[in-house]
């Protein structure tokens, strides 16, 4: 009886935990189910979808008249290129320009050197169609370097007025005459370093007069020229001198006049500094800058200026073949 009576409490005893370890068991049942619950009712945070690049879509050239559609090329990542890739596409660039602008022309109205000249040093801070309204008056009244020396300058001032900054412009035009006249014989030499001697003319301007008055290639960087370049990505300077070299680099000496035209044209008309009309752009597959602007070919083709837009050019007396392309000339000064 001792011995029962002695394992019945430890049987008992021993069970004791059993029945605890199950209701700890219970009691911690409730805490998973909460937990599975609040797992449930935890909001999923969606990600937002990645954004695709612009890709020039096959007809980008659509609203350009006589300008075949390119090929689709998903634009390329210059920073990846090896110097060789560079180089052709950037002269594929300059090929297909050409194929658009086959008049491109300087926009300066002028029949000798030293009108060019001229006309170059007072386009500064206007537009060429500005320069071209009052350089007639200005050559009519002073049609040489001897005659423009000896100006009047408060009545070389009256005439530059409309062009901005005129008396400073006055100051250059009647200066460099004067340089002309006492170093040149009265004429406009055809010498990088004799130009940029004269007042008022930088490397920019002589290398237009070099280009389009003695047929001596140059590179032309303006605003227009600088912005294309680095949108394209021939090179990331941004001094003017250094543009010049970079981009002279990659192409032949003889190509600098065209290439000079065909890029500020294209600046001009198409890609624009503000909006550049990307869905009306015929080098769209090769611009990496492609969607910077408009990209809908409808709405692009009003963002067009000049001839592309159907719009009077820049030349009171532009060349026959711009005329036979469509273009037409601009009004003279006071008709618009």
């Given amino acids: 009886m001792k011995k029962n009576a002695e394992n019945g409490p430890a049987s008992a005893k021993k069970t004791a935990p059993a029945k605890k370890q199950a209701s700890a ?16 009712a935890a909001p ?33 990542t210059p920073r990846a290129e090896s110097r060789t890739a560079l180089v052709r596409r950037a002269r594929r660039i300059n090929r297909e320009l050409a194929e658009v602008y086959p008049y491109a022309h300087p926009e300066l109205d002028f029949e000798n050197p030293f009108q ?41 001032e009256e005439i530059l007025r409309p062009t901005g900054f005129f008396r400073a412009k006055t100051k250059s035009v009647i200066g460099l005459s004067k340089a002309l006249v006492e170093d040149f014989g009265g004429e406009v030499p ?9 007042p008022g003319v930088g490397r920019k301007t002589a290398f237009v ?25 021939w090179t990331d300077e941004t001094d003017p001198d250094k543009i010049e070299a970079a981009v002279g680099a990659l192409f032949p000496k003889s190509d600098w006049t ?59 007396n532009p060349p026959q073949a711009y005329l036979d392309a469509g273009g037409t000339p601009a009004p003279p000064l006071g008709a618009g």
């Fill in 44 to 76: 999923v945070k969606k990600q937002a979808p990645a954004k695709k690049p612009a890709v020039a879509p096959k007809k980008a050239t659509a609203a350009v008249k006589g300008v075949a559609p390119a090929k689709t090329v998903a634009p390329k």
């Fill in 190 to 198: 055809g010498r990088l370093e004799d130009l940029v001697k004269l």
């Fill in 116 to 156: 060019l000249v001229v006309a170059t040093v007072l386009s500064a801070q206007t537009t060429d169609l500005r320069v071209n309204q009052t350089t007639p008056a200005l050559f009519a009244k002073y049609p040489a370097p001897e005659d423009l020396a000896a100006a009047n300058p408060e009545e070389v």
């Fill in 258 to 316: 065209d290439l000079s035209h065909h890029v500020i044209w294209h600046g001009r008309r198409i890609c624009h500094a503000r909006k550049p009309a990307c869905g009306a752009c015929p080098i769209a597959p090769l611009c990496p800058a492609f969607g910077e602007g408009e990209t809908d070919p409808e709405k692009a083709k009003k963002l067009l200026k000049y001839e592309k837009g159907g719009f009077p050019g820049q030349r009171l």
């Fill in 25 to 40: 068991e219970s009691a911690a049942a409730p805490v998973k189910k909460q937990a599975s619950a609040e797992s449930a």
């Fill in 209 to 233: 007069v070099l280009g389009n008055a003695f047929g001596r290639p140059g590179i032309t960087v303006d605003t227009h020229f600088q912005r294309l370049v680095r949108r394209w990505q």
